[in-house]
């Protein structure tokens, strides 16, 4: 079992930056792909990025690349999200998410590759 909280939402300007956390218990968590979705209102959830167990692999959601990284630290049981360039179509409530896996075929692009949810932490992009 898993739990995630995830911090560092908050309200910034358009082509500022903000960096999430997604703190996660455990003592496995070097086992756990991890990734994160974020979801506007009226919405469905979608993908923005994720990373495998040994950080050796990340992707993104077509809409972030290039502003946004995704980087994690085993050792602090963490995964972070570097948002730069933030846009106010960015605006959403981002989750973290979590699946045991090592496999090296994993992307995790879909909510359904997930077991594992944090609450969300919102996010607010102003114009």
């Known amino acids: 079992q898993v739990q995630l909280v995830e911090s560092g939402g908050g309200l910034v300007q358009a082509g500022g930056s903000l960096r999430l956390s997604c703190a996660a218990s455990?003592?496995?968590?070097?086992?756990?792909?991890m990734g994160w979705f974020r979801q506007a209102p009226g919405k469905e959830r979608a993908f923005v990025a994720a990373?495998?167990?040994?950080?050796?692999?990340?992707y993104y959601g077509d809409s972030v690349k290039g502003r946004f990284t995704i980087a994690r630290d085993n050792a602090k049981n963490t995964v972070y999200l570097q948002m730069n360039s933030l846009k106010p179509e960015d605006t959403a409530v981002y989750y973290c998410?979590?699946?045991?896996?090592?496999?090296?075929?994993?992307?995790?692009?879909?909510?359904?590759?997930?077991?594992?949810w944090g609450r969300g932490t919102q996010v607010t992009v102003s114009s």
């Open positions: 998410a979590a699946v045991r896996s090592t496999s090296p075929l994993w992307d995790g692009v879909r909510t359904d590759d997930y077991d594992y």
């Open positions: 455990g003592r496995t968590f070097d086992s756990y792909a």
């Open positions: 990373i495998t167990w040994n950080g050796r692999n990340s």
